[in-house]
């Protein structure tokens, strides 16, 4: 092969890998554009609703700020995370153990108040200006007053006997919470709801809330304080009608 001849072949084949370098340039951009455009099309809204749920002499105060998003061309359809800071107050309260029904223990409060900050999950659905969905808390962290339960005992239960038969236990909340809607033992909220946008700056929503309330036995001279069959652990589920002021913060 003479230099002319050395000279076409490296321009050649130099040409090629130009070519293949812009046909994988013109893929990558034929795949990446419609995700790309789809995710500049899907609106996000942002809000926060300030309202409480109550029933009798409980209430359950809550500040929702959240985020919602339409996915794609199914823009009446939307997917929203958000934060809940919120609160359960009531009077005269008890608190059941998840154990068989002849086994569950129970412990009688006078009242009870716990306060939380959640992270919050929902799906929506919204036509016009009305906006129709669900939500409920994944994660979240509660506090609230240590309160002395009375514990009547139960002879129905499996195991050791407690010392703690018709006396006062100290109890306090369960702090780290997850998926209160399903599982047992954890606080949280979750909504069932419909907000009206009345304008660009204020609207009303109205709801269902379904709530739990969950208590841990406190350690006593460094030992968990176990009750009838090693348990420590009680809740309450509780629902209530809600209403809240809603403030539009993108529309």
């Not at 990446?32 to 009798?56: H, L, T, Y």
């Not at 059941?96 to 412990?107: H, I, R, T, V, Y």
């Amino acid at each position: 092969m003479n230099f002319n001849e050395k000279i076409t072949f490296v321009f050649y084949h130099a040409n090629l890998v130009e070519m293949k370098i812009n046909i994988h340039i013109l893929l990558f951009t034929l795949l990446v554009s419609p995700f790309c455009f789809g995710q500049a099309n899907n609106k996000v809204e942002a809000g926060i609703d300030v309202g409480s749920a109550f029933k009798g002499s409980a209430f359950a105060p809550s500040v929702l700020y959240h985020e919602d998003i339409s996915l794609g061309r199914l823009s009446w359809l939307r997917a929203g995370l958000g934060i809940r800071a919120w609160g359960y107050y009531g009077d005269q309260t008890n608190l059941k153990s998840q154990a068989d029904a002849g086994a569950a223990n129970e412990l009688q409060y006078r009242n009870v108040s716990v306060n939380g900050l959640s992270f919050v999950a929902g799906v929506s659905i919204k036509v016009w200006r009305v906006d129709v969905g669900v939500n409920t808390d994944l994660i979240g962290a509660a506090i609230g007053s240590k309160r002395k339960a009375f514990y009547p005992g139960n002879t129905g239960s499996a195991g050791e006997v407690s010392p703690y038969h018709d006396k006062w236990v100290p109890t306090r909340p369960v702090i780290f919470n997850a998926l209160p809607l399903f599982l047992n033992n954890y606080s949280g909220q979750s909504e069932v709801y419909a907000r009206l946008l009345l304008s660009r700056k204020i609207g009303v929503k109205v709801g269902y809330q379904f709530g739990q309330l969950a208590y841990i036995t406190k350690n006593s001279g460094g030992k968990q304080t176990l009750l009838d069959g090693n348990e420590r652990r009680f809740s309450t589920r509780y629902q209530m009608p809600y209403v809240a002021i809603s403030f539009p913060i993108n529309q």
